[in-house]
């Protein structure tokens, strides 16, 4: 299966493109449109309205304390807090007292880091993808805290890119995406460290998430899953529906007619060949679920 740049999974893809903030909500003044890199320490951060991006946002809370609002859930923070804003999502800032901050904004539709490798990371997609959107949903009360020698870490490798990104050096292109990169893995490590037991909800949805895709071929017992992965029944359906918009049917089929369109844009195999590579047991149905999602049957998709 391939993967989708910087946002590999097949729902994380469609929600970076969701529907935009209402015009009366305000954007910041960060422009990515030179460089898809920019840094920027805010130190003494004042309230801020709500306001959101089209870009990913890592707030690194370096110092003091206040309150980060994500879809109207409240949420303190204080130094050693790092959050993940994917693109789109409202937030706001509020009950700041010396509030000092790292915010390291980067475009992913504009790089081209491995997906595939990203995905080796245990905490990359609990941290940024699915912690944001179980935050916005109200379904967690936490965020990433590190301790202070971890923090003097992260701060001196956001630093680093906020230097880059400002005083554009020769080779800024390169050593920017260099320590972007860097500053993903790190914070994915520490994400899925032994001390982050508040996040396994993350990992577990993560998981399922991952479980679906890389199985995409086979019949799934819907029944069973929840348990497979210490779920119950109610509490799965829930938190899932609320992660990805969709229900785990209803997802396993997206990323099965995702992969269905990559197999009918990269191979010559017959659409009903295609049809059973992806899951489908009849190449009827499979043409009218392809046709419902893109708008084309399966030869006129390939033939665009």
């Not at 912690?131 to 956001?158: F, K």
């Not at 920017?176 to 993903?184: D, E, M, P, Y």
């Not at 992660?243 to 990323?255: D, E, H, I, K």
Request: one cysteine or more.
């Amino acid at each position: 299966m391939s993967s989708y740049e910087l946002f590999p999974r097949y729902f994380f893809m469609r929600s970076s493109r969701r529907k935009r903030a209402p015009e009366l909500v305000k954007t910041s003044g960060v422009s990515l449109d030179e460089f898809p890199i920019s840094g920027t320490v805010v130190p003494n951060h004042p309230e801020f309205p709500e306001h959101w991006h089209r870009f990913v946002e890592i707030g690194i809370v370096v110092g003091g304390s206040g309150v980060h609002v994500l879809n109207e859930q409240e949420l303190p923070i204080m130094a050693g807090h790092v959050f993940v804003l994917p693109p789109g999502f409202k937030h706001a800032y509020r009950k700041p007292v010396g509030l000092s901050l790292i915010n390291i904004c980067y475009d992913p539709e504009r790089l081209c880091f491995d997906g595939a490798e990203l995905d080796d990371l245990p905490g990359y997609d609990a941290l940024f993808h699915i912690e944001p959107r179980l935050r916005s949903s109200g379904n967690l009360e936490h965020v990433l805290r590190l301790e202070p020698r971890e923090l003097c870490r992260i701060e001196a490798l956001a630093l680093r890119i906020v230097h880059e990104s400002r005083k554009r050096p020769k080779g800024f292109r390169l050593m920017s995406r260099a320590r972007l990169l860097q500053l993903i893995t790190e914070l994915s490590r520490l994400y899925d460290g032994p001390r982050m037991a508040p996040s396994a909800l993350a990992h577990r949805l993560a998981s399922v998430i991952k479980y679906l895709e890389s199985h995409i071929r086979e019949e799934i017992d819907f029944d069973e899953l929840p348990g497979k992965f210490h779920f119950s029944k109610r509490s799965f359906y829930r938190f899932f529906t609320s992660v990805t918009g969709q229900s785990p049917l209803a997802y396993l089929r997206t990323c099965r007619l995702k992969e269905a369109s990559r197999l009918l844009q990269e191979t010559d195999k017959l659409v009903s060949e295609i049809a059973f590579d992806v899951g489908f047991q009849d190449s009827s149905h499979f043409s009218h679920r392809f046709q419902e999602m893109f708008g084309l049957t399966p030869s006129d998709f390939r033939n665009q």
